[in-house]
Nanobody, 117 residues
Framework: QVQLVESGGGLVQPGGSLRLSCAASTSADIFRMAAMGWYRHGSGNQRELVATIYRGGTTDYGDSVKGRFTISRDNAKNTVYLQMNSLKPEDAGRYYC???????WGWGQGTQVTVSS
């Protein structure tokens, strides 16, 4: 059973930055081959995929975060990151990481991001 542990959330003013981290307890080979994503569970009742990083390092972003968020990964540490800049109130929510696939791992506890002045 793979465990995902997210961290780095907090309260930030509009325009501020946060860096989220997600560590996966799986083998290095499995992590390295996985497309990983950051998901946001905001005020709506569903998780939204906001950023993806594929095994080769290619990235993809939701329209609402393009140019402001950067996803990266460190395969040596089984960790994926999300650098969030120029944060807006609508970026607030609980952020989770997981594979981007039809067979996801179990969800972690997520990390809360609050954007407020």
């Amino acid at each position: 059973q793979v465990q995902l542990v997210e961290s780095g959330g907090g309260l930030v003013q509009p325009g501020g930055s946060l860096r989220l981290s997600c560590a996966a307890s799986t083998s290095a080979d499995i992590f390295r081959m996985a497309a990983m994503g950051w998901y946001r569970h905001g005020s709506g009742n569903q998780r939204e995929l906001v950023a993806t990083i594929y095994r080769g390092g290619t990235t993809d972003y939701g329209d609402s975060v393009k140019g402001r968020f950067t996803i990266s990964r460190d395969n040596a540490k089984n960790t994926v990151y999300l650098q969030m800049n120029s944060l807006k109130p609508e970026d607030a929510g609980r952020y989770y990481c997981n594979r981007v696939t039809t067979t996801m791992w179990g969800w972690g506890q997520g990390t809360q991001v609050t954007v407020s002045s």
